[in-house]
């Protein structure tokens, strides 16, 4: 059956590509309100879409607040096992911009890929999944399997909303597993499979030393600064190896079993070579491997510093407020609500007398989320890569977050699995984000060899473990 869907979908690559490109040139930035009218125009394309291809119930799922999830399903195939296929619109936003070599915004092929900010984070994969279903209907006059498309508008953000859509519109969400367009291949080496990441929650913190800036001839040397205050508190969160010194962080998390580490291990990773992509060096706890505290162990990350004057020139000036951006990645097990109290008692155990210390929770907390290793959508994934790339193809767990999984496992009871295309060097949330055009043309082969083995098991014996 996939056979004929995959020659339609080789057929039409470029007009596939050309609605991923006017989906790339919609500045969907869901943290910044002044995007508003781009994530509308987003999911007006995108319900156009759905429509188009012949989905059923398209329409926008609002939860009263935030940025709607985009909704539409294809559920013709009774005693077929039916899977949530998610993906989202909303971007991160491309500053900086001077570093862009090309306008974020206007995608570009060059090299062999699509350079554009949400290329491969998550629209690329998002068209192809919508793009397969399309293919199916055209091809087959239906799926092998049930769809039902959700493709959210606040992931970029931690998913605040999803929890009210998910609670107002389960009559329409049930489904026996998930499978996820958003994430990626952990290895250039080796094709692998996602079956969980890390769990995220976030925090803006503000700290002020006095009621007014001071001038630093007058009061320089006599009276705190709020830039170095917050800079001493910041680093009190590591030691100089990059141990977390947080009391009870992370008390709650699963521990490491040695099967853990050895899948770890069986994903081939040059350590050198996987810093230099960045011009990075090691930072870390050095008991564990690189892969292993970018997946297994948790975080605690500065995102943003800000105080004082930045502009240009100099204006010798005390500070008397400054502020930190700060997100933690959270390891199996970890609670998000238990990891923020612990960083909170930290601060606050290290704010000096005298300093006033403000905390504001930035994102949902979500735990992470796990898929059991016998489920039959990672058994048929890797048998799918495996196929493609004529070589074993590996689980592998992510080191970012994707919260709609947690959510709608917490919620739904239903598990999830990443397929999604982005590789590891990619320049995911940074400037000159990229999409490989062969990971392009992998995708219109692997989703529709995926939906046709899955379709070859009934509803029960897929949900028979």
Known sequence: MSDAVIAHLADQRDAILGRLNALLRIPSVSTEPSYAHHMDAARTMLLARLTEIGLDDVQLLDGGS???????????????????????????????????????????????????????????????????????LAVTGGCPINVKLFLEGEEEVGSPTARKIIDKFRHLLTADAMLSADGGKASLAVPTVGIGGRG???VEITLRTGTKDGHSGRYGGAARNALREISALIASLHDDQGRILVADFGADATPISNAARAAAAAIPMDEAEYLAQIGGTRWGDPNYTVRELTTLRPTIELNGLWGGYTGAGSKTVLPAEAHAKITMRLSPGMSPDKAMAALHAHLRAHTPKGVTLEMQQEMGGTAANSLPEDHPLLRIALGVLQTIHGKQAFPARAGGSIPITTIFKEMMGIDAMTFGLAMPDDDVHAPNESFRLSAFDEGLRSWPMLFSALGGMSKEEFNRR
């Not at 940025?67 to 559920?75: L, N, R």
């Not at 009774?78 to 989202?88: A, D, E």
């Not at 862009?100 to 629209?123: L, M, N």
């Open 66 to 136: 935030g940025q709607p999830a985009v909704y539409g399903s294809w559920t013709g195939a009774p005693g077929k096992p039916t899977l949530i296929v998610y993906g989202h619109y909303d971007v991160q936003p491309a500053d900086p911009l001077e570093l862009w070599h090309s306008p974020p915004f206007e995608p570009t092929i060059r090299d062999g890929r699509i350079y554009a900010r949400g290329a491969s984070d998550v629209k690329g994969s998002t068209t192809i999944a919508i793009e397969t279903v399309a293919a199916f």
């Open 200 to 202: 995220c929650t976030g």
